[in-house]
């Protein structure tokens, strides 16, 4: 696989940052916030990296939380939990971005990789460690990262910025017009991420949103040989997850047949009707 540019490198043959043909907004630089564990943030952010290869945008890795936003009323924070699957890992990823973002954009790529493509469990503090060393980086930053409570809190302030934005899952872009000031986007949500220019008539059509303040939403309904694609084209990922999936708060079963609801969240049935 073709190892992505360090975001703050232009290939020598981008176009300028920010080209686009329309007369719309074009930002030249992406906060992406993502968790590790979530597949459709993984599928955005390969869609992302080959923008940034082609038009020499910067992309800033933040961080967001599945684990808290879908936690149960009376059930331990992520933070409270010795180890707690995302956001342990996510830990590791600060510590690597007090570092260097290409470090955190190394990381991510590969820890997605493994888990949405491989069906490997980076959540596993063992195969996190693995994970490190295949990069040259020191696997010992697990441990690292669990002992500094300080990545607790750049966590938590990148999740609570969504949060405090009306957000609630990921991806979710912030762009920082200069002439609009900054927007927030949930998406694109998609699977088999567009490359080459489909991918940048993808992002003219994703930035265009940021001159329309009053537009909130468009939405394309997924039928069930969607719903199908999508979990054949999550397979690794459920196969190797140790937790359920979890919409609007109900429990997300993902068949042959298409998603289906099983229980709500807290464990309860579900309401007849």
């Known amino acids: 696989m073709t190892e992505a540019l360090p975001s703050n490198r232009i290939p020598t043959n981008a176009a300028p940052a920010g080209t686009q043909t329309s007369?719309?907004?074009?930002?030249?630089?992406?906060?992406?916030?993502?968790?590790?564990?979530?597949?459709?943030?993984y599928q955005t952010s390969k869609w992302?990296?080959?923008?940034?290869?082609?038009?020499?945008?910067?992309?800033?890795?933040?961080?967001?939380?599945?684990?808290?936003?879908?936690?149960?009323?009376?059930?331990?924070?992520?933070?409270?939990?010795?180890?707690?699957?995302?956001w342990s890992i996510m830990r590791i990823g600060a510590l690597l971005r007090r570092r260097s973002n290409d470090d955190l954009d190394r990381w991510y790529e590969r820890t997605g990789r493994a888990l949405h493509e491989e069906g490997q469990r980076p959540h596993d503090p063992a195969v996190a460690r693995h994970l490190l060393a295949e990069l040259g980086l020191e696997p010992g930053m697990v441990d690292e990262a669990l002992a500094d409570p300080s990545t607790n809190d750049e966590v938590r302030a990148d999740h609570d910025r969504v949060v405090g934005s009306g957000g609630y899952g990921v991806p979710t872009l912030f762009f920082d017009d200069a002439?609009?000031?900054?927007r927030c986007l949930f998406g694109p949500v998609l699977i088999n991420p567009p490359t080459g220019e489909a991918?940048?008539?993808?992002?003219?059509?994703?930035?265009?949103?940021?001159?329309?303040?009053?537009?909130?939403?468009?939405?394309?309904?997924?039928?069930?040989?969607?719903e199908v694609r999508i979990a054949e084209t999550f397979k690794p990922y459920l196969e190797a997850r140790d937790w359920v999936s979890i919409n609007r708060g109900k429990v997300i079963g993902f068949t042959e047949d298409g998603f289906t609801a099983e229980r709500n969240a807290d464990g309860s049935a579900l309401s007849a009707g």
Not at 23 to 41: E, I, K, Q
Not at 50 to 62: A, H, M, N, P
Not at 206 to 221: G, I, R, S, Y
Request: with cysteine; hydrophobic share 35%; net charge negative.
């Open 23 to 41: 007369s719309g907004p074009s930002p030249t630089r992406v906060d992406f916030h993502f968790d590790v564990l979530c597949p459709y943030a």
């Open 48 to 86: 992302i990296r080959s923008v940034r290869d082609q038009l020499g945008i910067t992309i800033d890795w933040r961080f967001f939380s599945l684990e808290e936003i879908n936690r149960v009323e009376g059930r331990k924070h992520p933070w409270e939990r010795e180890w707690s699957y995302g």
């Open 179 to 182: 002439g609009l000031g900054e």
């Open 199 to 226: 991918a940048v008539r993808l992002w003219h059509a994703v930035t265009a949103w940021c001159e329309f303040p009053d537009v909130f939403e468009l939405q394309q309904p997924k039928t069930t040989a969607d």
